[in-house]
Structure formats: structure tokens, C-alpha cells
């Protein structure tokens, strides 16, 4: 029944139509329709439990009990809330991990680099702070070369100064490499920092979209960003004048 279809597409890096998933006969997601374009960054917002996840698991391939269309493209890597890192490789062998053919070292240290983990290429996992986990989780998904770039609230555990500086390389790297990137996140301030567009999710589908025409670096204090962020709070479902009290 299902009509998954993985291929590298030209005019949009991701295209989703009719995109449907259900778990024990419940539809978790649910006639979803997406477009990202090529170099696009796009954020997406939604209560816990309405899909996101499932979507981006299914946009990296990790799941393809589906019904619908999820066209990809073939280069595209994920990073998850929790790095993933396994314990008993050094930083640069986990980068490397699952990498086709043999891969040496030196393909490492350039995106080690990117990400201000060069000099912890040696250690150990087990050795590093939560937000240099991260940042050799992304460097993994970046030894790719992905077009499209998929984060399932990758910052989501850093506390509050490691996750303003892992936005911000993330931020840089997008801007570097031009690959589309799509978002997870409970964080509405994240994602108007970043995004191009932001997606609200409810029950398995797209049901609001904001385009964010603000110039980058884009700052808390600007009254526009204010002005975004309280509306898509309100389309959350929470009063941002309470939340700010
Ligand atoms: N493998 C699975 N088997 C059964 N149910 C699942 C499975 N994966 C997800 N679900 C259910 O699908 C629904 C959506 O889950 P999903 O993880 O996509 O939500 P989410 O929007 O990412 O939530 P959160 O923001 O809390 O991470 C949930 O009710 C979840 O319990």
C-alpha cells in the first residue's frame, strides 16, 4: 500500500503530499502536505505528542511504513535531541560512523573544525560537555555534504549559554553550506531566530505557516521579532502576555 518514494528532487529538497502514518491503526500523521525549497531553512513548532518526530523520521528514511509521497534528497542527515555518540569510538571515528566505504581521518577535520571540535577529535565521548556532544553529532550529519539537513531539537538539552551558541553555529553553518534545513523544536524564540519560515503542526498535519522577513542576526529586541513570536505563541495556544508575567 504504501507508495514511499526516496529520490533526489531538483526544484524542492523536500516534497510531501498525502503523507499519512498511523500507529496501531491510530493516524499520527494524517494527509500531511510539505514543501521546502533548496537552501531553505524551516522551523517547526507543535504540542508534544502531534507528529514531528514521526515526520522528520520519516523524511531521514528511518521510516518507511507510509502512505503518500516523501520525495528527499538522497544526500540528507539527521541529528537528534540526544548525540548519539557511541561510547567505545573516539569523536572522529563517531563522525565517521556509518559513512559508506572506507573513510580516513583526515575526511574529519575539516567539518570537526566547522564546528569548534578539532581539537577534541581523540577523545573520548564520554569526555565531553553536553554541548560538545552536539556539536559532534552535527559534525556528523555535515560529513555528508547534506542538502537537507534534518534537527529533532538538537538543542533541547543544553542549558540555556550552550544552546544560544549552538543556534548560532547552526545558524552559520546553514548560511556556509547553503542546505536546506528543517527544524524540530519546542522553542518559538529559536525558531523565528532562524528560520526562514515556521510551521505549526496539529494532529499530523501542517495547519499554520509564517514566513519570518527579518535580516539576520536577528535580535529578541527587535519589536517585530516580539510581534512574531507572540502570534505564533497564540497559535500555540499560549498567551505570550501571561507566559511573559
Ligand atoms: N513507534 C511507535 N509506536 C507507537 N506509537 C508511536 C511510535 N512513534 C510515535 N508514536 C506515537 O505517535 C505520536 C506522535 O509522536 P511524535 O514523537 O512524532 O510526536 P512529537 O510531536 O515529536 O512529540 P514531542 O514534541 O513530545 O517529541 C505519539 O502519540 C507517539 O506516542
Do not use: Y
Not at 6 to 13: E, L, Q, W, Y
Not at 55 to 61: D, E, P, S
Not at 130 to 154: I, N
Not at 193 to 206: E, K, W
Amino acid at each position: 500500500m504504501a507508495t514511499d518514494v526516496h529520490r533526489p528532487v531538483t526544484k524542492s529538497a523536500v516534497h510531501v503530499e498525502g503523507l499519512a502514518r498511523a500507529f496501531d491503526g491510530r493516524a499520527v500523521i494524517d494527509g500531511l502536505r510539505l514543501d521546502i525549497a533548496p537552501g531553505e531553512f524551516v522551523a517547526l513548532l507543535g504540542r508534544s505528542g502531534c507528529g514531528k518526530s514521526t515526520l522528520l523520521r520519516i523524511l531521514a528514511g528511518l521510516d518507511r511504513d507510509i502512505q503518500g509521497t516523501a520525495l528527499v534528497p538522497r544526500r540528507r542527515a539527521v541529528a537528534f535531541q540526544a548525540p548519539r555518540l557511541m561510547p567505545w569510538k573516539k569523536v572522529w571515528r563517531n563522525v565517521l560512523l556509518g559513512l559508506p566505504g572506507r573513510p580516513e581521518r583526515a575526511v574529519t577535520e575539516r567539518v570537526l573544525d566547522e564546528v569548534g571540535l578539532g581539537h577534541r577529535a581523540d577523545a573520548w565521548p564520554k569526555t565531553l560537555s553536553g554541548g560538545e556532544a552536539q556539536r559532534a553529532s552535527l559534525a556528523r550529519a555535515l560529513v555528508r555534504e547534506p542538502d537537507l539537513l534534518l534537527l529533532d531539537e538538537p538543542f533541547g538539552a543544553l542549558d540555556a549559554l550552550t544552546r544560544i551558541k549552538a543556534q548560532r553555529l547552526v545558524g552559520e553553518v546553514w548560511q556556509r553550506r547553503g542546505c536546506a534545513v528543517l527544524l524540530v523544536t519546542h522553542d518559538v524564540e529559536e525558531a523565528v531566530l532562524l528560520a526562514d519560515r515556521v510551521l505549526v503542526m496539529d494532529a499530523g498535519r501542517i495547519v499554520h505557516e509564517q514566513r519570518v522577513d527579518l535580516d539576520r542576526p536577528r535580535g529578541i529586541t527587535d519589536p517585530r521579532f516580539a510581534a512574531l513570536r507572540a502570534a505564533l505563541l497564540e497559535r500555540l495556544g499560549v498567551d505570550a502576555a501571561a507566559e511573559a508575567a
